[in-house]
């Protein structure tokens, strides 16, 4: 059975840092691109990072390009995200995605529960 298990969210004030981490089983982590996606209170959900299989391909959004840094291990079938230089509009609650295949196409099949980030003074 698939699964994506997200942690590593909590409390920062504003200017730090956290890394979040996505574990996948149940699936080959090495097909499928991977991306983190953020919902923002009383927004919709939006696509943040993605990376391909091989991570030959990254993409950011506009909002964390320059601050945020997907990697991933497929050899511990995990993907994380460094997030540095936090704002308070960075708050909110973080999930990860598997991809329809290996390219960052913005098609995703499955999600996880997410972890929650707030970034505060």
């Known amino acids: 059975q698939l699964q994506l298990v997200e942690s590593g969210g909590g409390l920062v004030q504003p200017g730090g840092s956290l890394r979040l981490s996505c574990a996948a089983s149940?699936?080959?982590?090495?097909?499928?691109?991977i991306g983190w996606f953020r919902q923002a209170p009383g927004k919709e959900r939006e696509e943040i990072s993605c990376i391909s299989s091989r991570g030959g391909t990254i993409l950011y959004a506009d909002s964390v390009a320059g601050r945020f840094t997907i990697s991933r291990d497929n050899a511990k079938s995990t993907v994380y995200l460094q997030m540095n230089s936090l704002k308070p509009e960075d708050t909110g609650i973080y999930s990860c995605a598997v991809a329809q295949n290996e390219f960052c196409a913005g098609s995703y099949r499955d999600w996880g529960q997410g972890t929650q980030v707030t970034v505060s003074s």
């Open positions: 149940g699936f080959t982590l090495n097909y499928y691109a």
